[in-house]
Structure formats: structure tokens, C-alpha cells
Nanobody, 113 residues
């Protein structure tokens, strides 16, 4: 059974940091490129960034470039999203995605003072 389980969300003040984790099971994690998406209330789900399966190539949305970092630990079947210098507009539900085909359930991130 395929599972992607995110954790690490919460409430943080503007300028703060959070690290999200996504633990995968039920498929060969190392062979999949991984993505993080987010969806704010009333908005479409958007791609935050991606990390390739082998070369370690990353790509980020312009809105998070320089502030967010995606990494992975294939021994732990885990992908991470380090988020620094958080802004209120980063408030959203964050989802990990194994490309192609598998979604996590999401974790809420709220940036507010």
C-alpha cells in the first residue's frame, strides 16, 4: 500500500522557519522524483519545488526561490522541505507528491503574528 505522510506543519511567525517531512512507503522511493505543492484557501494548488530522483536537480517556484530548500534521504524514504524567512503568503496546506502518481494528505502551514 502506497503512503506518503507529511509532518512538520504548524503556526509560525513571519520570518520564522519550518521543516516539513514526507515519509514514503509502498513503492521504490529512490526511483521517483519528488515534488512539494501547496494550496492556499480559495486558490489553485501550485508547485513549490521539485527534486529529481538521481541527479539531485532542484527547481523552485519564483515565489520561494532562495527561501525554501528541498532535500531527500533515500535511506529513510523521506523528502524534506526546509522553509526559511516565511511570509504570511506562504500560508497553505503543503503536499508532497511522488512523480508520477502519489499524493500525501497534506500538512497545514500558517504564517501569522
Amino acid at each position: 500500500q502506497v503512503q506518503l505522510v507529511e509532518s512538520g506543519g504548524g503556526l509560525v511567525q513571519p520570518g520564522g522557519s519550518l521543516r516539513l517531512s514526507c515519509v514514503a512507503s509502498g513503492f521504490t522511493f529512490s526511483r521517483y522524483s519528488m515534488r512539494w505543492y501547496r494550496q492556499a484557501p480559495g486558490k489553485k494548488r501550485e508547485l513549490v519545488g521539485s527534486l529529481s530522483s538521481t541527479e539531485g536537480t532542484t527547481n523552485y517556484a519564483d515565489s520561494v526561490k532562495g527561501r525554501f530548500t528541498i532535500s531527500r534521504d533515500n535511506d529513510k524514504n523521506t523528502v524534506y522541505l526546509q522553509m526559511n524567512s516565511l511570509k504570511p503568503e506562504d500560508t497553505a496546506v503543503y503536499y508532497c507528491y511522488a512523480n508520477p502518481g502519489y499524493w500525501g494528505q497534506g500538512t497545514q502551514v500558517t504564517v501569522s503574528s
